[in-house]
């Protein structure tokens, strides 16, 4: 049985099955693998696209979804999560599927589950099926040739986990990752190309990926508002005319601070896209770890 906690959870050569998979599914839509199977979904933090995505995979495979309503679940009696997912798991479904804010929660449910588990996005670690999803659309766009591609991921990328799993994913099909933001987002480590500024590098950058500032996850005084944030670091017309760049963003966009209006129009901005291959490859995601290949 696999889970998927991290990107680095699957090999190269699964991650290029699951898009096969991916593509197939954006072809066909609707099948019945799934039939008979039963997957549940626990959200402790909001969600528009995950879930919804997960629940419209699972249900163009023919799997039931039972989202458990956690406001209402005996958590709020003083149930530990362990005894919830125990419980859940008792029922027998064949996956979970969690978000939580607790960095490594879901990895650390392991040892209570009898079937698949995934991360759905815990705290500021991980979000993998994103970080899948980000990475299909690019693959998609350069028609499969990430080698040697240039990345910027803009904002705050310390506290963004959608950044935690894409600066982890992308290098491994050659993508050059470069972050951008300011003092008080830059991550903490030595290992990537730190920049102060957009401009200084966009000449070079083939993709550039935004990031909502997550500002449920830290109380950033840095800034006055968040539109002396948006003046160095939104994404413009101006920016779009300079050089010729896929623009990603893995949603919520905050409209004129991350990405400006008429820039979300354009034809180069694909995160609607992004949203369209989230169901595929949450579709590709669910029948490899349901049906165990
Ligand atoms: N990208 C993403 O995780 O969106 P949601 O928070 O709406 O699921």
């Known amino acids: 049985m696999q889970h998927l906690i991290r990107t680095s959870d699957f090999t190269k050569e699964e991650i290029l099955h699951v898009f096969d998979e991916a593509r197939e599914f954006k072809r066909t839509k609707n099948s019945k693998v799934l039939e008979g199977k039963i997957i549940i979904t626990l959200f402790f933090e909001n969600s528009t696209r995950t879930r919804s995505s997960f629940e419209i995979a699972a249900k163009r495979l023919g799997a039931e979804v039972v989202n458990l309503d956690v406001g209402t679940s005996s958590q709020k009696k003083g149930e530990t999560m362990y005894d919830t997912v125990s ?104 290992e990537y190309k730190q920049f102060d500024t957009i401009s200084e590098i966009i000449d070079d950058m083939d993709i550039v990926m935004s990031l909502r500032s997550q500002l449920e996850r830290h109380n950033i005084t840095y800034f006055e508002s968040l539109q002396e944030y948006a003046r160095d ?45 989230g169901v595929a490859i949450r579709a590709a995601i669910l029948k490899k770890l349901i049906l165990n290949y």
């Open 87 to 190: 419980n859940i798991n008792a029922m027998q479904p064949d996956a979970i599927i969690i978000r939580h804010s607790e960095c490594g929660l879901p990895e650390s449910l392991i040892g209570y589950v009898d079937c698949p588990i995934i991360n759905a996005g815990d705290g500021r670690h991980s979000h993998p099926t994103q970080a899948f999803l980000d990475l299909f659309t690019i693959y998609e766009y350069f028609e499969g040739q990430t080698d040697g591609k240039k990345i910027a991921i803009v904002g705050d990328v310390r506290n963004s986990r959608v950044a935690g799993s894409n600066r982890r994913l992308l290098p491994r099909f050659g993508i050059d990752v470069n972050l951008v933001a300011p003092d008080c987002f830059k991550y903490e480590g030595d």
């Open 233 to 277: 670091f939104c994404i413009t017309t101006d920016l779009m005319e300079r050089k010729e760049f896929l623009l990603l963003h893995p949603g919520p966009v905050n409209r004129n601070i991350d990405i400006n209006d008429d820039v979300l129009k354009h034809p180069r901005c694909q995160v609607l896209e992004q949203v369209t291959n």
